[in-house]
């Protein structure tokens, strides 16, 4: 009881302080430079950090709900995500009572969170089911997710060859996170190909010779392979889902299964409690891990009706060999093919992505985003996985979502080294933060959301430097919100340390927990001003996906086995580290996009500049749209190769054609369509100094020594004001380098280092050409802005990194 009243009296203290917050902004009025810089020195709760809220195996109860939300609530956190899930294996259960997901107990326990949090001042976001991807033990078979799946063995000619579909079915059962007992396999198609295979009409197809379960045939001279194609159906299961919410996953190409399983969601807790949108800011969908799935009962149909011809006989050959979450194991899978015939190959397996991509967009984003506005409740989500469109997918959501991982970091040594050999190493976000920031620009979104340092192998040595450099690099990506993973439902009563599933121990039995309030302050004085400008960005970069498409297959986000250009994000920092600012783009956007100006035009965004990085394949419409470009006075650089061919399987010679006459046309722009090369030492951070420098590309500020530790984001306010958030990303040394500010920034204004860390500004001495000496310690963050606001502060001086009063700990 003494733990309990203590907790309480410290939560009554909390609720007073952070009653004591900026003045809130009424809805409709556009913020000022006085409104943010009230927020910047005690900000409203929904720039405060929110936490990723286990309720592990369900086995919640009331006063406890209580306690921890009151707990969360004086450590700064802003609200939470209800997430049920597995219960940890091997912890002690001590006699809860597991509740199943939808059932009145279970709803009554969500009932309590919500009335709550609402009474001390959080919000509550509310997942989609458990686990991931959602789904339940109660789907309807045919609502179940299916994959398609091809098996290749090599077979001796001129033998006589007996096999049954049990071996096949054995040795291709999906290697899957969390298998399904209800799965069943169906033998779609069997065929021999010989090996090597130079056209599709080698195929034998033998799928009419099995007598019963068994193929019996007499193997042609030569060498060959067999090919089997099965579909399983209901072929996964939800990964760590809870009580009731586990089992199947659901069928994501469906529209009318998705739609069933949201509106039993929903309906089943309305119900009871009424309204979602009284409770809730958002339903959140995690991570789109789909587990390889890859067809739907119309997917040959669609496909045809799309793409203007029949994939099945392809399918077999357009297939790698998987494992989970569908990576692929096997690049060389099956026979050899021949460079014409592989070619081929290559674009049926584009259109058979793009298929399966539209599909998902249209059976399931635009189902989900429909439902949430229908029901008044904000959507969130991670809008990639396997399949996706990994930009367009994020454009309709109200919070789309990206990740940052502890686990890369501990890995690849975050704050010690960031070099351009692996795109991965000391960086705090991933490889899909970039495109989900983009996609928020794009539509004019100013809050990214982020599960936040994501951690599954260094639980309890994670330490709040580096959950607070590691946000930082997300922040750089684009995010504007966190979301903490994560706090665990455990009840006070629980061993040390408590019921954990996973996540970095965000915990009040932590020895850091007293002092995790600093850094959520921290957090939540940065979000104030993020969510309330844009970010500047004048170029744009468009990667390389649909030659990835074709030649890989989709990758799973975010962390792809393998990339065709693995140094896509590395240009993007190169171009923020060199004062500059930049976005993706995509084919589409580049096709929806307006020429104005000299501009490529997209909602409130204007590129002057687009890098094109190894794109080999496009559609003749992008390169239209291109033209229009550069003949309007835009510039368009083609890193490493000019496009040079079409992408999809029919009419590909004439389209091939049209690309290459456009290539042609472009090259007559000799100053406004570029070819680079990449940089021999692979070092791109001085290679784009250089490309800068001799083209005069776009820059919002001079940065004199560009280095890969200080990262930089220009951001624009709603009055004009103009920030700067500096961040250096090296946890043991200091970087210094001279700014310089453009007049169109200075003139007018004041200029201010607001100080993140502690809430305070101070006065920023500008030479009269606009120059800054900027110093930052290790790990250490600011922002510098520009306003018409007044009044007075002391004079800034960075904070000493060495002296004779050090104390070295």
């Known amino acids: 009881m003494k733990k309990i009243t203590s907790s309480i009296l410290a939560v009554l203290m909390s609720v007073l302080l952070f009653s004591m917050t900026a003045p809130t902004v009424s809805a409709g009025k556009k913020p000022s430079s006085k409104d943010l810089w009230a927020q910047f020195q005690k900000p409203d709760s929904r720039y405060r950090p929110f936490v990723r809220w286990w309720w592990n195996g369900d086995r919640v109860q009331a006063d406890e709900i209580r306690r921890e939300l009151n707990i969360m609530k004086a450590a700064g956190i802003g609200g939470v995500e209800i997430n049920p899930i597995v219960f940890p294996g091997g912890d002690d259960t001590l006699d809860t009572k597991p509740l199943t997901w939808l059932s009145d107990e279970w709803i009554d326990m969500l009932k309590v969170a919500f009335d709550e949090a609402e009474r001390i001042g959080m919000t509550c976001d509310l997942i989609i089911g458990?686990?991931?991807?959602?789904?339940?033990?109660?789907?309807?078979?045919?609502?179940?997710?299916?994959v398609m799946l091809t098996y290749a063995e090599p077979v001796k000619g001129g033998e006589r060859l007996e096999i049954s579909k049990f071996h096949i079915y054995k040795a291709l059962d999906p290697g899957v996170t969390k298998v399904n007992p209800r799965r069943t396999a169906e033998l779609v198609a069997m065929y021999l190909a010989p090996d090597p295979m130079s056209d599709l009409s080698q195929a034998i197809d033998v799928t009419d010779k099995f007598n019963g379960d068994v193929l019996d045939i007499e193997v042609p001279k030569g060498k060959w392979q067999m090919y089997a194609l099965v579909k399983y159906?209901?072929?996964?299961?939800?990964?760590?889902?809870?009580?009731?919410?586990?089992?199947?996953?659901?069928?994501?190409?469906?529209?009318?299964?998705?739609?069933?399983?949201?509106?039993?969601?929903?309906?089943?807790?309305?119900?009871?409690?009424?309204?979602?949108?009284?409770?809730?800011?958002?339903?959140?969908?995690?991570?789109?891990?789909?587990?390889?799935?890859?067809?739907?009962?119309?997917?040959?149909?669609?496909?045809?009706?799309?793409?203007g011809y029949d994939v099945m006989p392809w399918l077999p050959f357009i297939m790698f060999k998987t494992g989970r979450l569908g990576d692929v194991e096997s690049f060389e899978y099956g026979s050899k093919k021949s460079p014409e015939f592989l070619e081929q190959l290559n674009r049926v397996r584009f259109d058979f992505e793009l298929t399966k991509a539209e599909l998902l967009h249209e059976r399931y984003t635009e189902t989900f985003l429909a439902w949430c506005k229908e029901k008044g409740v904000k959507s969130r989500a991670q809008a990639y996985g396997r399949g996706f469109f990994p930009l367009e997918s994020s454009l309709g959501y109200d919070l789309p979502e990206g990740e940052?991982?502890?686990?890369?970091?501990?890995?690849?040594?975050?704050?010690?080294?960031?070099?351009?050999?692996?795109?991965?190493?000391?960086?705090?976000?991933?490889?899909?933060?970039?495109?989900?920031?983009?996609?928020?620009?794009?539509?004019?979104?100013?809050?990214?959301?982020?599960?936040?340092?994501?951690?599954?192998?260094?639980?309890?040595?994670?330490?709040?430097?580096?959950?607070?450099?590691?946000?930082?690099?997300?922040?750089?990506?684009?995010?504007?919100?966190?979301?903490?993973h994560g706090f665990n439902y455990s009840p006070i009563e629980t061993e040390f340390p408590g019921w954990v599933q996973y996540g970095t121990f965000h915990n009040e039995r932590n020895t850091w927990w007293p002092y995790a309030g600093?850094?959520?302050?921290?957090?939540?004085?940065?979000?104030?001003?993020?969510?309330?400008?844009?970010?500047?960005?004048?170029?744009?970069?468009?990667?390389?996906?649909?030659?990835?498409?074709?030649?890989?297959?989709?990758?799973?986000?975010?962390?792809?086995?393998?990339?065709?250009?693995?140094?896509?994000?590395?240009?993007?920092?190169?171009?923020?580290?060199?004062?500059?600012?930049?976005?993706?783009?995509?084919?589409i956007i580049i096709r929806d996009a307006q020429v104005r100006g000299g501009k490529l035009c997209y909602g409130a965004k204007e590129y002057g500049t687009l890098f094109l990085v190894e794109v080999t394949s496009t559609t003749p419409e992008t390169l239209a749209k291109l033209e229009e470009f550069v003949k309007g006075g835009g510039r368009v650089f083609c890193v490493a190769k000019y496009p040079e061919k079409s992408l999809g399987l029919v009419d590909f010679q004439a389209r091939d054609r049209q690309i290459a006459e456009a290539v042609e046309r472009l090259k007559s722009y000799k100053d406004n369509f570029i070819l680079l090369n990449t940089p021999e030492d692979g070092k791109f951070l001085e290679w784009y100094t250089g490309v800068m420098e001799e083209y005069s590309l776009p820059h919002a500020i001079t940065v004199s020594s560009p280095d890969r530790y200080l990262l930089q984001n220009h951001y624009v306010t709603d009055d004009r004001s103009d920030m700067f958030l500096f961040v250096n990303a090296n946890m043991s040394e200091a970087r210094a380098s001279q700014i310089t500010f453009p007049k169109s920034i200075t003139s007018g204004k004041n200029a201010w280092v607001y100080d993140i860390a502690s809430g305070k500004r101070y006065v920023l001495p500008v030479s009269k050409d606009g120059k800054v000496d900027l110093k930052l310690g290790p790990s250490e963050s600011c922002f510098i802005v520009f306003n018409k606001l007044s009044g007075k502060a002391p004079v800034w001086s960075p904070l000493p990194v060495s002296g004779n009063d050090g104390i070295e700990v």
């Open 130 to 146: 458990s686990g991931w991807p959602f789904g339940s033990e109660t789907l309807p078979r045919e609502e179940c997710a299916s």
């Open 233 to 307: 159906r209901s072929f996964a299961s939800v990964i760590c889902g809870a009580p009731g919410a586990a089992g199947s996953i659901l069928n994501h190409m469906d529209a009318k299964a998705v739609r069933n399983y949201l509106d039993h969601m929903a309906d089943a807790i309305e119900a009871k409690i009424g309204p979602l949108s009284e409770h809730l800011r958002a339903f959140f969908v995690d991570s789109m891990e789909l587990e390889g799935s890859n067809w739907t009962d119309d997917f040959a149909e669609e496909f045809k009706a799309r793409r």
């Open 404 to 484: 940052s991982w502890t686990t890369n970091w501990l890995r690849h040594r975050i704050g010690e080294e960031m070099g351009d050999e692996d795109y991965r190493r000391g960086r705090g976000y991933t490889m899909i933060d970039k495109y989900v920031s983009s996609a928020a620009h794009l539509s004019g979104n100013r809050i990214v959301s982020c599960e936040e340092m994501t951690n599954t192998y260094k639980v309890f040595t994670t330490s709040l430097e580096f959950l607070k450099v590691g946000s930082d690099m997300a922040a750089e990506a684009g995010i504007t919100h966190s979301v903490w």
């Open 518 to 587: 600093k850094l959520n302050d921290y957090r939540a004085r940065m979000c104030s001003q993020l969510q309330n400008a844009d970010m500047y960005t004048d170029i744009a970069i468009l990667p390389a996906n649909y030659d990835m498409w074709s030649e890989m297959g989709v990758q799973t986000e975010p962390f792809p086995v393998k990339l065709n250009v693995p140094y896509t994000s590395l240009i993007w920092e190169a171009i923020h580290k060199n004062g500059g600012g930049a976005d993706y783009v995509s084919e």
